[in-house]
T-cell receptor
Framework: NAGVTQTPKFQVLKTGQSMTLQCAQDMNHEYMSWYRQDPGMGLRLIHYSVGAGITDQGEVPNGYNVSRSTTEDFPLRLLSAAPSQTSVYFC??????????????FGEGSRLTVL | GQNIDQPTEMTATEGAIVQINCTYQTSGFNGLFWYQQHAGEAPTFLSYNVLDGLEEKGRFSSFLSRSKGYSYLLLKELQMKDSASYLCAVVDSNYQLIWGAGTKLIIKP
């Protein structure tokens, strides 16, 4: 059972570079989301999707883009990396289209450093 | 604003019992989650409470009081593998998750 798969696990970028974090799930989940986790803070929602073709902004969307062309995939794009985007990024999915329906399944995380 | 409060760090002894508290002030309430996160790993689901009372699941129990905006996670018969961060998260009226910063639990032999 693959669950939620994120790549890459580690990445170092220079300021101004762009990159895409990949996320795929094989559980046919409607809800997918991207979080960032920083020391001393709770997980913060970047973007989320309640189904293919539907995306919406979370708490901290600036500097990030997403798309949801299929149920399985939900890539996160950093348009022009900044040191403030140094963080650990988690992709997560949920069976329903809202969070009242049970647990989130997380990917293993992507540790991004922007120099 | 919305806020979740948890102690930053707790220490307990192997074999003992520990209670991790979580208080919340959110715009509406549609449930509360507890997740476990080992260092360098992803969070994993422990429990979900939407009604008042105690939910027991093996060595772990979770309690909720909606009127007090309060929950706790109770871990019994502590094992070294329980050393981890424990995250409290509340589903608000817009069905978004509000996360606490987590409680780092250190287990000593």
């Amino acid at each position: 059972n693959a669950g939620v798969t994120q790549t890459p696990k580690f990445q170092v970028l220079k300021t101004g570079q762009s990159m895409t974090l990949q996320c795929a799930q094989d559980m046919n989940h409607e809800y997918m989301s991207w979080y960032r986790q920083d020391p001393g803070m709770g997980l913060r929602l970047i973007h989320y999707s309640v189904g293919a073709g539907i995306t919406d902004q979370g708490e901290v969307p600036n500097g990030y883009n997403v798309s949801r062309s299929t149920t399985e995939d939900f890539p996160l794009r950093l348009l022009s990396a900044a040191p403030s985007q140094t963080s650990v990024y988690f992709c997560a999915s949920n069976q329903g289209d809202n969070l009242n329906t049970g647990e989130l399944f997380f990917g293993e995380g992507s540790r991004l450093t922007v120099l | 604003g919305q806020n979740i409060d948890q102690p930053t760090e707790m220490t307990a002894t192997e074999g003992a019992i520990v209670q991790i508290n979580c208080t919340y002030q959110t715009s509406g309430f549609n449930g509360l989650f507890w997740y476990q996160q080992h260092a360098g790993e992803a969070p994993t689901f422990l429990s979900y409470n939407v009604l008042d009372g105690l939910e027991e699941k093996g060595r772990f129990s979770s309690f909720l009081s909606r009127s007090k905006g309060y929950s706790y996670l109770l871990l019994k018969e502590l094992q070294m593998k329980d050393s981890a961060s424990y995250l409290c998260a509340v589903v608000d009226s817009n069905y978004q998750l509000i996360w606490g910063a987590g409680t780092k639990l250190i287990i000593k032999p």
